[in-house]
């Protein structure tokens, strides 16, 4: 129980709950939730990507595969089987973390620069196939009727009630991710990260606790997957499948700290803070990849570490802080 | 049935030499530096703008206009290399797959403000080629024999020139080849450079015979990813070879069944070669 009341722990929950309940006192409550849910989905994501990159140093880079397939499952049963989206969302992780041990068993195996193209190849090969599934609706990809959203008492309670799931869910990452970060599981990750070989001399059983991770990091997107498709009310392939959105929660978590507790939370919010802000500005609006992009080089450049990395090998006072 | 089998293979192997060329630039970059050049598709876009931008406003023939973006493409690379990659060349993978992805944001930012994405069509042909028994377009012929010339010409430049084997003796064992007073710094940028210039020239040329657009180069790339794993990473031979097998999958496999199938096939192929034979068909650099 002590671990539960560290400010390591307690900073990136109170960061993400003050996040949440912000539309209850913002007067446009709608679009406050609506950018509130696309922040703390941010942070949700990169903390789970986070488990295997930052943590494992596994370069997963088509991570988002696993959002797809999530969402695609659940969609699947919500529209073809009137389950509801509580079970629905939990089925999409579930499936999630199956077909992540599944190939982890195979791709984990691979290192470096290799691990990194088989998962761009896995996104594209699963992208490709959903493409060619008729049941999956092919490349038109899912809809769901509005009626469905009958059943949560309408569309607006449906909204409120996945932007709740999604509130729970980015604490639920959290602690995780710190629970994962503080036990003997976590080191030896970390011990993968900083040198495989010797990790395992060192006793880490490093091809199940780099399973696990893997597993781990991809339950959260499948569950997110559904909710954030539910949301859409439609699913298709090009949006399952983007490669382009699991390199902004790589971005999102260079930026804010690869391997922290606190990081990707932190650069969750920044990145999608300063995306809006470029989105909404005149002279930016055309350009807001390309400042990305410079933003992306500049980190990787000059602060590897991102900025709770930084911070923290700057003071130690916050270090004993931030985790 | 044999007569389409053969023009349908004919066809593949053209445009499979042009991938070929493009994922030459890619595992060359990657044999010397251990660099995985995630810019790589917008380079090939903006070979492709390059020619068609020569070709509209300056009425340049696109070929001659090639030989233009490849050495545009050249010092493009060796910018690029100086800014996004020297200082990441020894940090962790990671590093310079972001490093240079955030060059392909870059890229794609600029190209798609001025060109948006819609697609543009390089009005150029030079009449069909007809022996009967096969057919093909005349531009799509010579594009594939400027790239198979290309081919050539690196070879001789590898095997044959000083600052070549420079390159390759860099791509062996950079700290050796700095004790043996070869500026390794210089010479990375140069081979930096001349990936780059691969990919712009393929794009050039596929420009010569496809629509193209801004995005265009992504698909490209990820068909360059395919073919440098099947060739084996770093090795420009296997990369050829590599080639002509992902044109002859996307000239065949359409015959027997839906177009939408082809990249499924070449992606768990490229899954599979990762798994079982990491090392490639023609094996990787050692």
Same mark, same amino acid.
């Given at each position: 129980?002590?671990?539960?009341?560290?400010?390591?722990?307690?900073?990136?929950?109170?960061?993400?709950?003050a996040l949440?309940?912000?539309?209850l006192?913002?007067?446009?409550?709608?679009?406050?939730?609506?950018?509130?849910?696309?922040?703390?989905?941010?942070?949700?994501?990169?903390?789970?990507?986070?488990?295997?990159?930052?943590?494992?140093?596994?370069?997963?880079?088509?991570?988002?595969?696993?959002?797809?397939?999530?969402?695609?499952?659940?969609?699947?049963?919500i529209?073809?089987?009137?389950?509801?989206?509580l079970?629905?969302?939990?089925?999409?992780?579930?499936?999630?973390?199956?077909?992540?041990?599944?190939?982890?068993?195979?791709?984990?195996?691979?290192?470096?620069?290799? &691990?990194? #193209?088989?998962?761009i190849?896995?996104l594209?090969? !699963?992208?490709? +196939?959903?493409?060619?599934?008729?049941? =999956? /609706?092919?490349?038109?990809?899912?809809?769901?009727?509005f009626s469905?959203?009958?059943?949560?008492?309408?569309?607006?309670?449906?909204?409120?009630?996945?932007?709740?799931?999604m509130?729970?869910?980015?604490?639920?990452?959290?602690?995780?991710?710190?629970?994962?970060?503080?036990?003997?599981?976590?080191l030896?990750?970390?011990?993968?990260?900083?040198?495989?070989?010797?990790?395992?001399?060192?006793?880490?059983?490093?091809?199940?606790?780099?399973?696990?991770?893997?597993?781990?990091?991809?339950?959260?997107?499948?569950?997110?997957?559904?909710?954030?498709?539910?949301?859409?009310?439609?699913?298709e392939?090009?949006?399952? &499948?983007? #490669?382009?959105?699991?390199?902004?929660?790589?971005? !999102?978590?260079? +930026?804010?700290?690869?391997?922290?507790? =606190? /990081?990707?939370?932190?650069?969750?919010?920044?990145?999608?803070?300063?995306?809006?802000?470029?989105?909404?500005?005149?002279?930016?609006?055309?350009?807001?990849?390309?400042?990305?992009?410079?933003?992306?080089?500049?980190?990787?450049?000059?602060?590897?570490?991102?900025?709770?990395?930084?911070?923290?090998?700057?003071?130690?006072?916050?270090?004993?802080?931030?985790? | 049935?044999?007569?389409?089998?053969?023009?349908?293979?004919?066809?593949?192997?053209?445009?499979?030499?042009?991938?070929?060329?493009?994922?030459?630039?890619?595992?060359?970059?990657?044999?010397?530096?251990?660099?995985?050049?995630?810019?790589?598709?917008?380079?090939?876009?903006?070979?492709?703008?390059?020619?068609?931008?020569?070709?509209?406003?300056?009425?340049l023939?696109?070929?001659?206009?090639?030989?233009i973006v490849?050495?545009?493409?050249?010092l493009?690379?060796?910018?690029?290399?100086?800014?996004?990659?020297?200082?990441?060349?020894?940090?962790?993978?990671?590093?310079?797959?972001?490093?240079?992805?955030?060059?392909?944001?870059?890229?794609?930012?600029?190209?798609?403000?001025?060109?948006?994405?819609?697609?543009?069509?390089?009005?150029?042909?030079?009449?069909?080629?007809?022996?009967?028994?096969?057919?093909?377009?005349?531009?799509?012929?010579?594009?594939?024999?400027?790239?198979?010339?290309?081919?050539?010409?690196?070879?001789f430049?590898?095997?044959?020139?000083?600052?070549?084997?420079?390159?390759?003796?860099?791509?062996?064992?950079?700290?050796?080849?700095?004790?043996?007073?070869?500026?390794?710094t210089?010479i990375?940028?140069?081979?930096?450079?001349?990936?780059?210039?691969?990919?712009?020239?393929?794009?050039?040329?596929?420009?010569?015979?496809?629509?193209?657009?801004?995005?265009?180069?992504?698909?490209?790339?990820?068909?360059?990813?395919?073919?440098?794993?099947?060739?084996?990473?770093?090795?420009?031979?296997?990369?050829?070879?590599?080639?002509?097998?992902?044109?002859?999958?996307?000239?065949?496999?359409?015959?027997?069944?839906?177009?939408?199938?082809?990249?499924?096939?070449?992606?768990?192929?490229?899954?599979?070669?990762?798994?079982?034979?990491?090392?490639?068909?023609?094996?990787?650099?050692?």
């Amino acid at each position: 129980m002590k671990r539960l009341f560290k400010p390591g722990l307690l900073i990136p929950i109170a960061i993400i709950v003050a996040l949440a309940i912000w539309p209850l006192f913002s007067g446009n409550s709608a679009s406050a939730r609506e950018a509130m849910f696309t922040l703390i989905m941010s942070m949700a994501l990169a903390s789970s990507l986070n488990i295997i990159l930052g943590y494992t140093g596994y370069v997963s880079f088509g991570h988002i595969v696993f959002f797809g397939i999530g969402g695609y499952a659940g969609f699947w049963v919500i529209t073809h089987l009137g389950w509801h989206i509580l079970p629905a969302a939990l089925l999409g992780g579930l499936v999630a973390a199956i077909i992540a041990w599944l190939l982890g068993l195979a791709v984990l195996r691979l290192r470096g620069a290799y &691990f990194a #193209l088989a998962t761009i190849g896995i996104l594209e090969a !699963m992208k490709a +196939l959903v493409i060619n599934l008729d049941f =999956l /609706g092919g490349p038109v990809g899912l809809e769901m009727h509005f009626s469905e959203y009958k059943r949560y008492g309408g569309p607006m309670e449906s909204l409120w009630m996945v932007y709740w799931s999604m509130a729970f869910l980015a604490i639920l990452v959290i602690v995780v991710s710190y629970f994962i970060k503080t036990s003997k599981f976590g080191l030896g990750l970390m011990a993968i990260r900083e040198d495989e070989d010797a990790a395992e001399v060192m006793g880490v059983i490093t091809p199940r606790a780099k399973t696990w991770a893997y597993v781990l990091s991809a339950v959260f997107p499948g569950i997110i997957g559904v909710l954030f498709f539910f949301k859409n009310g439609n699913i298709e392939p090009g949006d399952a &499948f983007r #490669l382009h959105f699991s390199i902004e929660w790589i971005v !999102m978590l260079m +930026l804010g700290g690869a391997g922290t507790v =606190l /990081g990707p939370v932190l650069g969750g919010g920044i990145y999608q803070w300063l995306r809006k802000t470029l989105l909404t500005s005149p002279i930016f609006k055309d350009y807001q990849l390309v400042v990305a992009g410079v933003m992306l080089l500049i980190i990787v450049l000059f602060v590897p570490t991102g900025i709770i990395g930084w911070v923290r090998t700057r003071s130690a006072k916050l270090r004993r802080i931030f985790e | 049935m044999g007569d389409v089998l053969f023009t349908s293979a004919i066809d593949g192997l053209l445009i499979g030499v042009i991938y070929g060329l493009a994922a030459m630039g890619l595992t060359l970059i990657f044999g010397v530096m251990d660099v995985i050049n995630l810019a790589h598709g917008p380079l090939i876009a903006l070979g492709m703008f390059g020619v068609y931008l020569l070709f509209t406003l300056m009425g340049l023939n696109p070929f001659v206009a090639v030989i233009i973006v490849a050495a545009i493409g050249l010092l493009l690379g060796v910018l690029i290399y100086f800014i996004a990659v020297s200082r990441v060349i020894d940090a962790p993978p990671l590093s310079s797959l972001l490093s240079t992805f955030s060059v392909n944001m870059i890229i794609i930012g600029i190209g798609t403000a001025m060109l948006s994405t819609s697609s543009y069509n390089v009005d150029y042909s030079l009449g069909t080629l007809d022996l009967g028994f096969f057919r093909a377009p005349g531009s799509r012929i010579a594009a594939s024999l400027v790239a198979l010339l290309t081919t050539v010409l690196l070879y001789f430049f590898l095997y044959r020139t000083r600052p070549g084997k420079y390159i390759r003796a860099v791509a062996n064992n950079r700290i050796s080849a700095e004790l043996m007073g070869i500026p390794s710094t210089r010479i990375l940028a140069l081979a930096f450079g001349i990936g780059v210039m691969l990919a712009t020239v393929a794009g050039g040329l596929i420009a010569t015979i496809l629509p193209i657009n801004i995005l265009a180069g992504g698909s490209y790339e990820l068909k360059s990813f395919v073919i440098v794993v099947l060739g084996g990473l770093g090795n420009p031979l296997g990369a050829l070879l590599g080639g002509l097998i992902l044109g002859l999958i996307e000239g065949l496999v359409p015959v027997f069944m839906k177009t939408t199938w082809v990249p499924v096939i070449e992606y768990v192929l490229f899954v599979l070669i990762l798994l079982v034979r990491p090392q490639g068909i023609l094996g990787a650099k050692e």
